[in-house]
């Protein structure tokens, strides 16, 4: 908790505990977002070599990873779900400590603002600034007016959001510099987390998860065979017409379009990094559920008597997707998207429909009876797909 803000002298009061790790003294303080500033020398009039560790600021790697954690700092901020506390550490060096006193577990810390250095949470410092309405123009802080004009909710939530603030410091006052960038070079090249590509998909796909199980509701999915969430494909003998998979696969690519990234680290990360966000999947939902109302219907009779069509193929609901993004980028109406929805459900997707034979995607087995994939791959062939949907609807008849 923070006691009082000078302009060079801070006085801080925090946990400390009995025993120290390593040498120097660890001070736990809360402290609101919008006074963090005042707590340490940010990146102005730094020591030569802080100053080139902290100008690395400003490549796009660690700008891509600031716009991530905004993003996700800003979900948590009005969502109700829980959320990781926002985390830094200070280290004190050179200070003169006139003040400092212990009162059982409470240690109260008086330092110079300028003797003192960020040195883990770097990123999230950031972040929080630019949700503060503020924009990093290396070595200065400047607000950014775009921000601060409007009516910005994020803002307001996390004004008062605490931090917890770690300050690390020595009795004595000897940290200097080459201990300030030792403990900035350990935090920071730390690999320490549990490593698990499945936990990761998980969590990346939580959000998306839970929309298409809204969509399954609001499309009634369960009266015409159902969704099923264990399945990755829908075979023959499988009483549902799609699975969990394939619906995941169809939302990205509506949402995202060519800009969409599949690995099995993440699920709904784009191009630019970006991820996914409630705010994107509210946009678009109208719009799926018009299309796939319609194509739904018009492909009843063919999804309930023929089980071995395309119309069960996940490259071809993500096909559909990219149809999705497409006339929304167009600026299509929902009518229209129920027009398209309908055209769409109306072709014929045996497998050996003659139709296939005008898309490129498509070429006949060695057979010569059905058809497949012409393509180098999953990717070329949805877009093959897409592009060959969106011909036929410019026609306006199969």
């Known amino acids: 908790m923070e006691k009082q803000l000078l302009s060079s002298d801070v006085q801080v009061l925090g946990l400390s505990a009995d025993h120290s790790y390593g040498i120097g003294t660890s001070l736990l303080c809360f402290i609101p977002a ?60 050179h200070a003169d400590l006139p003040a400092s006193e212990r009162k059982g577990p409470l240690y109260s810390l008086n330092y110079c603002r300028k003797n003192a250095f960020l040195v883990d949470g770097i990123l999230t410092y950031c972040a929080i600034m630019n949700l503060l309405g503020y924009k990093l123009q290396y070595p200065h802080f400047v607000t950014n007016q775009e921000l601060t004009k409007a009516d910005n909710i994020t803002m307001k939530n996390i004004i008062n959001q605490p931090l917890i603030v770690t300050v690390v410091f020595n009795d004595d006052g000897n940290l200097d510099q080459k201990d300030i960038l030792n403990l900035c070079k350990t935090f920071n090249q730390r690999s320490l987390q549990f490593h698990s590509v499945s936990l990761s998909r998980i969590a990346s796909e939580s959000l998306v998860k839970d929309f298409i199980h809204q969509l399954a ?105 990219l149809v999705i993004n497409h006339l929304i980028s167009n600026q299509c109406s929902l009518e229209e998207l129920e027009r398209v929805g309908h055209l769409l459900g109306q072709l014929n997707y045996s497998r050996d429909a003659e139709h296939w034979q005008h898309c490129p995607a498509m070429k006949l087995d060695i057979r010569g009876y059905q058809y497949k994939n012409a393509t180098s791959g999953g990717r070329t062939f949805r877009e093959g797909l897409a592009r060959y949907f969106i011909e036929l609807v410019s026609k306006m008849s199969f």
Not at 63 to 85: G, N, V
Not at 286 to 306: D, E, G, M, R, V
């Open 34 to 93: 919008t006074e963090i500033k005042n707590y340490f020398s940010a990146f102005e009039e730094l020591p030569e070599e802080i100053d080139a560790v902290f100008s690395e600021l400003l490549n796009s790697t660690n700008q891509k990873r600031i716009k991530k954690l905004e993003q996700e700092i800003a979900d948590f901020s009005y969502s109700d779900q829980l959320a990781p506390p926002l985390s830094i550490t200070i280290a004190v060096g």
């Open 217 to 321: 509701e609001e499309l009634k999915l369960d009266k015409i065979g159902g969704m099923s969430t264990k399945a990755t494909r829908v075979t023959k003998s499988d009483p549902f017409i799609t699975t969990e998979s394939t619906m995941l696969h169809m939302v990205v690519a509506a949402v995202a379009g060519n800009k969409l990234r599949m690995s099995t680290k993440v699920m709904g990360e784009l191009s630019d990094g970006s991820l996914i966000d409630q705010t994107r999947l509210d946009s678009i939902k109208p719009a799926i559920i018009t299309f796939f109302s319609a194509w739904l219907s018009s492909c009843q009779h063919q999804l309930k008597y023929n089980r071995d069509g395309f119309h069960y193929s996940t490259q071809i609901w993500q096909a559909l997707g």
